[in-house]
């Protein structure tokens, strides 16, 4: 996005109090589009739009509910139904930092366990907040549904829909594509101990939604973004999805420690567990264009799972 609509940009002048001097897209996901505003003055928020599932309702009321419990992004204004800005939008302060994924790619030894530990606070922190159930979120109420909903239920099922709508087809071989179903249901009834769990889930929980920065010489989390996928349930999903890629030595280790001793709980059998609630996040890339740019990581940790 490099220019703005006649309502979207009177809602964002309105909401700023400033006039919109220039434009500055930022790398994009699958299911928004985010863009640095940049204000007379000199001032910048970035406005982000709702292109398809709409979770701005969502997002804004986690901002708040996340005020001084994890580093989120200042919400300025939101417009979940579109009235005022012609769209659902909303407009945050700008965070500090850098993308995670740039940093850890070049950090060894004690950098890479200093950002691991960090990550691994932030994440236990977020697993402090609680609901009255496990599900997900419809609206910025944040009261998880439908009733008797469990997102750790019918990774079978799952599974089989994104084989069957999705485009593995012609990327994963026949054979490559039974195992990942066989792999589903056997993980299916294991998955049933953590049933019931009511913890917030970020739900893409990996350095593409996290900012770094040094924190008197040390590397630390400054902001964790796009809360889009959040809904309640164990903080395994959140687990697997942060170690499903290779990271740099100490990282892990730190990482884990992080998280314990922000109050993070690890179960017996945690790693087995987490990596298959992760089967859902892999599945569900699937169903991407293959030109996407998850599409063929998806297949590359597919592949991994199934030879380790």
């Known amino acids: 996005m490099t220019t703005l609509s006649g309502p979207l940009r009177a809602w964002v002048e309105a909401a700023a109090g400033s006039r919109v001097a220039g434009v500055r897209a930022l790398t994009g996901g699958y299911s928004n589009d985010n863009a640095v505003l940049t204000f007379a003055g000199g001032a910048e928020l970035v406005l982000r739009r709702y292109l398809r599932a709409n979770a701005c309702a969502v997002e804004a009321a986690l901002a708040a509910r996340l005020a001084g419990v994890v580093p989120v992004p200042e919400v300025v204004a939101a417009d979940p139904t579109g009235e005022a800005a012609g769209e659902p939008a ?13 940093v850890l ?3 060894r030894g004690p950098d890479a366990a200093e950002l691991g530990g960090s990550i691994g606070a932030a994440l236990a922190a977020v697993g402090t907040v609680t609901f009255a159930a496990p599900g997900f979120f419809g609206d910025g109420a944040l009261a998880p549904g439908p009733e008797g909903a469990e997102p750790a239920a019918g990774l079978d099922a799952w ?10 087809e012609g990327h994963l071989t026949g054979d490559e594509r039974r195992e990942l179903q066989r ?15 009511r913890r917030l889930v970020h739900g893409d929980f990996n350095p593409k939604n996290l900012l770094a920065e040094r924190r008197g010489g040390r590397w630390a989390v400054a902001a964790v973004l796009d809360w889009e996928f959040a809904f309640s349930s164990t903080p395994l999903f959140d687990v697997g999805n942060l170690l499903r890629d290779p990271r740099p030595a100490g990282f ?8 314990r001793a922000g109050g993070g709980e690890l179960p017996p059998q945690w790693r087995r ?7 859902y996040s892999l599945a569900d890339l699937l169903t991407r264009p293959a030109g996407h740019r998850y599409f063929a990581r998806a297949i590359e940790r597919i592949r991994a799972r199934m030879s380790s």
Do not use: I, K
């Open 183 to 197: 792999l589903a249901d056997e993980a299916t009834p294991q998955l049933a101990v953590l049933h019931g769990a």
């Open 273 to 279: 567990l987490a990596g298959a609630l992760d089967l």
């Open 159 to 168: 599974v089989a829909r994104c084989l069957e709508h999705g485009n593995a």
């Open 90 to 102: 909303m407009l945050s302060a700008f965070a500090p930092g850098r993308p995670a994924g740039e």
């Open 252 to 259: 892990e280790a730190a990482f884990l420690a992080g998280f």
């Open 105 to 107: 790619d070049g950090l």
